[in-house]
Each structure stands twice: as structure tokens, then as C-alpha cells.
């Protein structure tokens, strides 16, 4: 099949981005790559979000509003696809943006290297500006993007792993994997492992063609210690058993690590709270369960297993440990 005759679907899930959505939707139109066809799926905004992108089909066919009430980001992009015609599948969130090249350097990617997944870098901004870059790509593989010891690096790295929006996925592959899970947090991550194993080998655009854009209003920073959070564990330990069926088991001992972190910290957190009771179980389900599976992975510094362990066991020493941290911050 020649470039020509390759059609990509673009799949943009909105919920009240009136503000945001037009940036994101001009970042589309832009592309070099022009037959591309872009699947808006709404969730029942209560702004005028879906009026914008209804005013933006009206003067591009290639943009496809559509309905799909108060079910989820999850739900919307399964949507998304579901009513997509594409040969290969792209995503990007509504309050984001991508620079022109994005799509032209994935598909080429592909092309040249006859695999059904790629990837590229991105950038975390609060600033609109066109770049251009020089193509450049590569095989990678999932264990270069995290880092046990540096969390800067993850900050700037994980989402090359870890993010549906950074992709471009053949329809052959989308439908050999799972669909997007029920979780509000940390479902990307679910998904993408999905990806990496299935995919065989994955390559990467080595540009940052994804401009994920820092908004301090979005659900991530308004609810990130609500119940949905507790998603983001659940997660971390179904990413660990499903990257436990790759080659390489650093990336399965990352998200072991992760959720055992996120257990203690979770912990602390709902300390006094409505949640405590409701999830008290759960933590400690999960505790017994992976523990001793933590404590044996060789993959994980003799100091974090130490850390882990006696938090773990101990949790009044948790909280003095936090309250004592939290205050030389």
C-alpha cells in the first residue's frame, strides 16, 4: 500500500475543553500528512465544546463529531475507535496540541520499518509553538524510558512508554489488544503494555512531536488524591504483570516498585478520611500479594525493599517519615 493511499484515524476525546479544544484541533488540520480523518467523541460537555467542534466539521469534512455521553475517556477513545475507518490510529487528548510533522514522521516510521507500532517524544509546555525537525527514527524498547533512581528522567521520559497519544498503531494490532480499561487514571498505562508486548518490535520518532500541555485545572490536578485515584495503584500492578511478559523484566520491577510506593503513600493519605475504611482492605489485599514477590526482585535496590518493608509493617513510622519530609519541602 503506497503512503497515498493510507488513511489515518485520529481519535480526540473531549469533555468541557472549550477553552483548549480549537488548539488542538488546528494542530490536526495542520499536519503535512492531510488524509487523515479526526473522530471528536464528546462526553457530554457542559460547555460549548461540541459546538466548537461541530462549527470546525462544518468547514472540514475530515473532522467527525460524535456523542458519547458521560461514559469516560476510556470509553470515549473505545468509541472513537470503534467508529474510526482509518488504516492506522492515532490519539490525542483535547487540551493538547502536536506539531505538523507528527503524523508524516510516524506513518514514514512505519512505512520503512513494516512494524505496527511507533512512537515519538514529547514535551510538557504551556507554550503554542510550530517547530520543525529533522526525521529520525529507531527500534526501542520500554526499559530506556524509566529509571529506578531518577525521577526527573521519568517525568521527561515515561510517557514515550506509557501514553496512548504519543502512537501511531496499525488496525491489525488495535485489534489484537484489549480495548481502553474502565480505570480513570492510569489506563494509558494498561493500554500501551497492551501494545508493547503484541507489537514485537517498536520503533521511535526521536522528536518531541507531542506537546502534552500543562493545564492545573484538569482531573489530574484537581482529584489526584479522590477516590479515582486509587485507580493509579490498581494500575501500576496490572502493568507489572503484563510487562512481566516481555524479554526484559526491568519494566515489570519499575511498576512493582511503583505500586508498592504508591501503597504507602496512598495510605497516608486517606488517613482520616471518607476513603480510609473503603479502601483499608483493598491495601492490605495488595500488601500480602506482592510483598514477598517485591522483596525477592533483583531488579529492586536492597534500600527500597528496606524502605518498603518496614513501612509496609510499620505504618506510624510512615506517617513520622512523611510529616517530617513534608515539612524541609
Known amino acids: 500500500m503506497k503512503d497515498y493511499d493510507i488513511k489515518i484515524s485520529i481519535v480526540v476525546p473531549s469533555f468541557n475543553e472549550e477553552k483548549n479544544i480549537s488548539r ?18 464528546d462526553d457530554n460537555s457542559t460547555d460549548s465544546t461540541f459546538d466548537i467542534i461541530k462549527e470546525y466539521s462544518l468547514k472540514d469534512n475530515r473532522i467527525k463529531p460524535f456523542k458519547n455521553p458521560s461514559k469516560g475517556v476510556s470509553s470515549a477513545r473505545n468509541f472513537g475507535v470503534e467508529n474510526s475507518c482509518g488504516d492506522y490510529i492515532g490519539f490525542v487528548d483535547s487540551d493538547d496540541f502536536i506539531q505538523p510533522q507528527m503524523y508524516e514522521f510516524l506513518l514514514r516510521a512505519i512505512s520503512e520499518n513494516n512494524c505496527e507500532l511507533v512512537t515519538c517524544r514529547y514535551e510538557k509546555t504551556s507554550q503554542i509553538k510550530k517547530k520543525i525537525f529533522q526525521y529520525n527514527c529507531r527500534e526501542c524498547f520500554a526499559e530506556e524510558f524509566i529509571n529506578f533512581f531518577d525521577s526527573d528522567f521519568v517525568a521527561k521520559n515515561e510517557l514515550t512508554l506509557t501514553s496512548a497519544c504519543m502512537k501511531l498503531i496499525s488496525r491489525k494490532l488495535i485489534e489484537k489488544c484489549e480495548s481502553f480499561s474502565k480505570y480513570k487514571i492510569g489506563e494509558d498505562t494498561i493500554y500501551c503494555a497492551d501494545l508493547w508486548i503484541k507489537a514485537g518490535k517498536v520503533f521511535l520518532v526521536d522528536c518531541p ?12 490536578y484537581t482529584e489526584v488524591w479522590h477516590q479515582k485515584w486509587f485507580d493509579l495503584i490498581e494500575t501500576r500492578f496490572i502493568a507489572y504483570e503484563k510487562f512481566k511478559q516481555l524479554k526484559n523484566s526491568v519494566t515489570s520491577s519499575f511498576y512493582l516498585e511503583r505500586g508498592m510506593k504508591l501503597l504507602l503513600s496512598y495510605r497516608f493519605n486517606i488517613k482520616g478520611t471518607e476513603n480510609e475504611n473503603k479502601f483499608k482492605k483493598p491495601i492490605k489485599n495488595y500488601f500480602k500479594k506482592y510483598l514477598k514477590v517485591y522483596l525477592k526482585c533483583s531488579d529492586i535496590s ?3 525493599k528496606l524502605f518498603v518493608s518496614v513501612f509496609s509493617f510499620f505504618p506510624f513510622l510512615y506517617t513520622a517519615f512523611r510529616k517530617m519530609t513534608d515539612s524541609t519541602l
Open 302 to 304: 536492597s534500600k527500597n
Open 209 to 220: 512531536l507531542y506537546c502534552y500541555y500543562t493545564n492545573t485545572e484538569s482531573v489530574s
Open 24 to 41: 488542538c484541533l488546528d494542530s490536526i488540520l495542520d499536519q503535512t500528512f492531510k488524509n487523515l480523518e479526526v473522530i471528536c467523541v
